[in-house]
């Protein structure tokens, strides 16, 4: 199975710094892909570069081959979906017309639509939400809201799984634990419908737990690639974030557990 | 605009529902049949509501009476452009607030009507003289196309001002709103230190707003403008639902979000240039119709953008019954009117809704 994604040598600057540098990487299709690294690493840039929301100055990033920066928005809009890191709206909408607008994009038709907001607001755990109002939410509500939101353009547009991506940039910063694991695994569960699924988190053991495959972004460039237990390892989160972190192995499941150590940083 | 309202807090929007919402539409729409009557036959001289039907009748058969003339020559074309402006104002409001994603953005708050009065009053000071090409080439024409494009002028330097990498700031929007609508004020106000007395009083009322000159060629001018805008808002609808997520979600959507926002520029300095053109600068309309709105049938642009197309223009005929009735013979400036009525119960609905007012 070819890769629905690929970074070839994607560099981009914002103002004089070189935000992301000659990263190349086939991201591998209908998995969840983690992409990890420290504050200011690149990891919401490169989202944005595959969202198409930023041309690279230097590469390009590829769906299918094309350049998704030569693909209009309205295209763009029924191949993938971006759960942002945080959604302020200015205007007091309902859970539900929130939700709908996901499935609001010309030429997905009119067919299903109230089906997929229902079933999207489903598998957000959001239903009993959609009277209320959205700017009254709690973050973690809206969290959830926006997950809901980017489901429902997927199941809208109604394009075949294998060609479609979910972005998602911090999609668990303001849950609770409960919610945490269960938008990850609808995320996984989009993964196993033959999406390629790409989720930036700082939550290294939910990275560990349900990441498919891992890519480490350090200063701009992709600094490891593989499934969990080969990059998420004491020496090399170590270097990454250039702190000491131990690694401890899960009982029963053999996940690793990362927990960061109090010492100074290794010379 | 963040807030976390008490639990408690009313449910936005008493007509939220969808067949609410259609109703409410309809209902606007009978409105502002309602208002245009009203002001057909309500007037200090000559017509009356009572003989209003023989008007009628007197200019559907052709044997026009002095009614009919009263109703053709100074009425009908007062509702006309009334109904434009009205329109024109709200809509324009609306659409600004939704691409700022904020609800103080309006057209007179962030400088465009400021901008379009002063190449307004620049191209009658100077329709004598430096503008008088100008004049000759584009007769009626010439005083909306200056204002159009001095509103554009305007917020084309706002929207420079204001953005920072690829971002528009609505904090640094409306200040630099404020700055350059005091600029274009002082500006204006030299232009009417040089004026004669006339000229002078013209100019004054004039900057209270009024439909007191309304003639067949204002109409003829504010009418293609205010049109587009009209025409164009369905399009419009998805793009400014979309800004109201930020613009990289509304991208995310598949809006091609460099393309609204030019058209929703362009369309609002057009509507409001034109509005300023031949009403003066009639204020209060463009920020407290959208709000009234969102208010009955929630932020939905749909129904927003048309149902403030109808309010705008019923809440500026009723202000215009008003400002010829109260001191006849004489009239109140529109805009003066318009504040009057208005400032009051925006601000109760504003306390009623709880601090900041969220819509």
Redesign the interface.
């Known amino acids: 199975m070819t890769a629905l994604l690929v970074l070839d040598g994607v560099s981009v600057r914002l103002g004089h710094r070189a935000v992301l540098q000659q990263v190349s990487h086939a991201i591998p299709p209908g998995r969840l892909t983690v992409i990890v690294g420290p504050n200011g690493a690149g990891k919401s840039t490169l989202v944005r570069v595959l969202s198409g929301e930023l041309p690279p100055a230097a590469g390009a990033a590829l769906w299918k081959g094309v350049p998704i920066a030569a693909l209009s928005a309205a295209r763009l809009a029924g191949l993938r979906a971006v759960v942002p890191q945080a959604a302020v709206l200015a205007f007091p909408f309902k859970v539900h017309e929130v939700v709908a607008l996901g499935a609001s994009v010309p030429g997905f038709g009119l067919a299903g639509h109230r089906r997929s907001i229902e079933r999207a607001m489903a598998e957000a755990d959001i239903a009993h939400l959609a009277a209320r109002t959205y700017t009254e939410l709690s973050g973690g509500e809206r969290q959830r809201v926006q997950f809901a939101r980017a489901l429902c353009q997927l199941f809208a547009a109604q394009t075949p799984e294998a060609e479609t991506a979910l972005f998602l940039d911090e999609p668990t910063s303001s849950l609770d634990l409960p919610h945490q694991s269960l938008l990850m695994q609808r995320a996984a569960a989009q993964a196993r419908a033959g999406r390629t699924v790409v989720a930036v988190l700082h939550d290294l053991n939910l990275a560990a737990a349900w990441g498919e495959h891992v890519m480490a972004i350090s200063g701009g460039r992709l600094a490891a690639h593989g499934s969990p237990r080969e990059v998420l390892t004491a020496a090399t989160l170590g270097s990454l974030y250039n702190a000491r972190i131990d690694v401890a192995t899960m009982p029963g499941s053999g996940l690793p557990v990362v927990l960061p150590n109090a010492g100074p940083a290794p010379t | 605009?963040?807030?976390?309202?008490p639990?408690s807090?009313r449910?936005?929007g008493a007509f939220?529902g969808r067949e609410a919402r259609h109703l409410l539409t309809w209902g606007c729409g009978a409105l502002v049949l309602a208002c245009a009557v009203l002001s057909l036959g309500i007037g200090p001289t000559g017509l009356s509501l009572g003989s209003l039907p023989r008007a009628v009748l007197g200019a559907w058969t052709g044997s026009p009476g002095p009614e009919t003339l009263v109703l053709l020559n100074l009425r009908l074309p007062r509702v006309l452009l009334g109904v434009f402006v009205g329109a024109g104002l709200a809509v324009s409001g609306a659409v600004m607030q939704g691409l700022f994603?904020?609800?103080l953005a309006d057209p007179g708050l962030i400088g465009v009507s400021s901008g379009a009065a002063l190449a307004a009053v620049a191209t009658i000071a100077l329709g004598n003289g430096l503008a008088a090409p100008l004049m000759r080439a584009f007769g009626v024409y010439a005083l909306p196309l200056a204002a159009f494009f001095g509103g554009l002028a305007t917020t084309v330097v706002l929207m420079a001002v204001a953005r920072r990498?690829g971002t528009l700031l609505t904090g640094t929007l409306l200040l630099a709103g404020v700055a350059i609508a005091a600029l274009c004020g002082s500006l204006t106000g030299i232009l009417a230190y040089a004026s004669d007395d006339r000229e002078l009083r013209d100019l004054t009322l004039w900057s209270m707003g009024s439909l007191a000159g309304a003639s067949w060629p204002k109409v003829v001018a504010v009418l293609p403008f205010t049109l587009l805008l009209l025409a164009l808002v369905p399009r419009l609808t998805?793009a400014l639902?979309?800004f109201?997520?930020?613009e990289?979600?509304a991208?995310?959507?598949?809006?091609?979000?460099e393309r609204a926002k030019r058209l929703c520029v362009l369309l609002t300095a057009a509507a409001t240039g034109a509005a300023v053109a031949v009403a003066g600068i009639v204020g209060f309309v463009g920020i407290v119709v959208p709000h009234l709105m969102?208010l009955l049938a929630?932020?939905?642009h749909r129904f927003v953008l048309p149902g403030s197309a109808a309010l705008g223009a019923s809440l500026v005929l009723l202000a215009d019954i008003f400002a010829r009735m109260a001191v006849r013979p004489a009239e109140l400036p529109l805009g003066l009117v318009l504040a009057i009525l208005g400032a009051p119960v925006f601000l109760h609905l504003v306390v009623r809704r709880g601090a900041g007012g969220?819509?």
């Open positions: 605009m963040q807030r976390h309202a639990a807090r449910d936005v939220h994603r904020n609800p990498s998805r639902n979309g109201l997520l930020g990289a979600e991208f995310h959507l598949g809006i091609d979000v969102r929630g932020p939905d969220g819509a």
